[in-house]
């Protein structure tokens, strides 16, 4: 799809399967004549019509809504013309068609994904942060995701943007306008204070990226892989947090043959827990199977929670998994079956923030802990809330253009190294942040975003 595409283009904007209400979107240049077209009628801007949807054969399929956007004062910036019947599949489709053979002399088109929120951004509807809050808000899966993503697609992530921006300009100005004169380089640092309003912008953006942070596991979530030997509590602790049985509990060992997913919500974060088999050597064809799955998913993985039993603490088959357990990556000690402990028995477990915890998947003991621990190590603080929604791009522009910024305080701080250089570390800031918002980006990153929206969105 060309970034610059103008052919007229139509959709389902609505999800698949029944509903009460089905949309078709159609949008493109001068679309006034077409709308007459399908309507034997010309529509009023902004206002909603109600009438029948005529086939080019003048039977009636549906009957609704049809709404007429001209631009640009419309989502796209374009013309937009949205057809409101009801939700069934062949209905919709059978509209969708009529519009397709109504509309080929004009070159209207199926959409493809994320092409009308890509529009909106071509003509200067959205900003690209704003336009990746869309998708961001139809996909939220709680409460406090969808009120920052909300703020996000309001603009208030890239008003912070702008205003870093901003500031890193008017350095900039000050900066180049001095490369004219190069006797007064020497004294620019200083007369103009450049290394203060540098350190300035800097614990500006150092604010901005520690929100971004939170907005990205607030996004996000954490990919949690529960690890350890057969009958730990695996799966039992799997359903503690989840609230509800999602795995199969029995004292067999083994049990657990793949990998069970499931996505649970602390303090508005989504954590994504895998249950995975047990850990252990075997002759059974299909555990060991499992077992290489559990080991495959445990590289995956963001945060290892390795679960063992508290009443055999010197087990050396936990001692292996330790061993084996990817570098790098958090792990979580937690002994479970604390309510089976007897007085003297088992593992001691100390205080701190870094200590095994002790728990009881069967009574909950100890799951308040570990759900604080969770997002302790998401980097997550209990209690605040994101203002905005962020994505691993946003987070990596932003400490890209923070590493600039330490470039050009390095040049500030020796005053026998040229202008030139503390100026190309500002312009380089400035390009990283211009990214966020869609100034500067490449056609093929576009592609990469819009292609992972939603058809008709």
């Known amino acids: ?5 103008t052919d007229p283009i139509v959709a389902i904007a609505t999800a698949p399967g029944r509903g009460g209400i089905g949309v078709i979107r159609v949008s493109g240049p001068d679309l006034a004549d077409y709308a007459r077209r399908l309507f034997g009628r010309a529509l009023r801007p902004r206002h909603a019509h109600y009438l029948p949807f005529k086939d080019r054969h003048g039977e009636t399929m549906d009957e609704g809504l049809a709404l007429f956007f001209p631009g640009p004062h419309s989502y796209t910036g374009e013309d937009v013309l949205e057809l409101q019947g009801h939700g069934g599949p062949a209905v919709l489709r059978r509209v969708l068609e009529d519009c397709l053979a109504r509309g080929a002399d004009i070159g209207l088109r199926l959409a493809q994904p994320g ?5 909106a951004f071509l003509n200067d509807r959205l900003d690209l942060a704003q336009a990746e ?30 205003a870093l921006s901003e500031r890193i300009v008017q350095l900039r100005m000050l900066v180049e306008a001095t490369l004219d004169f190069p006797e007064e380089e020497i004294d620019f640092l200083e007369k103009y204070q450049a290394a203060g309003r540098l350190a300035a912008v800097t614990a500006a953006l150092d604010g901005v990226l520690r ?12 990919h949690v892989v529960l690890a350890g030997q057969p009958n730990v509590g695996k799966s039992s602790l799997l359903n503690a947090l989840a609230g509800e049985d999602v795995a199969i509990v029995t004292p067999i060992a083994g049990t657990t043959r793949d990998r069970v997913v499931q996505q649970i919500h602390i303090d508005g974060i989504p954590l994504h827990i895998v249950d995975t088999a047990g850990l252990r050597e075997t002759e059974d064809t299909v555990e060991r199977i499992g077992i290489e799955r559990s080991w495959a998913e445990i590289a995956r993985a963001q945060v290892i929670l ?21 570098a790098g990556v958090p792990v979580l000690r937690v002994w479970n079956k604390a309510d089976l402990l007897e007085p003297g028995m088992g593992v ?63 040049h500030a701080a020796h005053s026998d190294q040229v202008l030139d250089l503390f100026a190309e570390e500002l312009r380089l800031a400035h390009e990283a942040l211009c990214g966020i918002t869609g100034q500067f980006t490449s056609d093929d990153l576009l592609g990469e975003i819009f292609s992972r929206f939603c058809i008709g969105k």
């Open 306 to 326: 390795h679960l063992q039993d508290a009443r055999h603490p010197d087990d050396p088959l936990d001692a292996e998994i330790v061993r084996r357990l990817p």
């Open 1 to 5: 799809m060309s970034a610059f595409s």
């Open 211 to 222: 929100t971004a942070r939170q907005g990205l596991v607030l996004r996000e979530g954490l």
């Open 115 to 119: 092409e009308f929120t890509r529009r």
């Open 133 to 162: 809050a869309v998708a961001d808000l139809i996909e939220a899966s709680s409460t406090a995701a969808a009120r920052s993503a909300m703020a996000s697609l309001s603009g208030v992530f890239s008003a912070e943007i702008d």
């Open 348 to 410: 001691a477990v100390s205080g701190g923030d870094d200590a095994p915890l002790l728990i009881s998947a069967h009574t909950g003991a100890g799951l308040d802990m570990l759900r604080a621990r969770l997002l302790a190590i998401a980097g997550w603080t209990p209690g605040t809330e994101s203002p905005w929604l962020a994505r691993e791009r946003h987070v990596h522009a932003l400490e890209k253009a923070r590493g600039h910024l330490q470039a050009a305080a390095g």
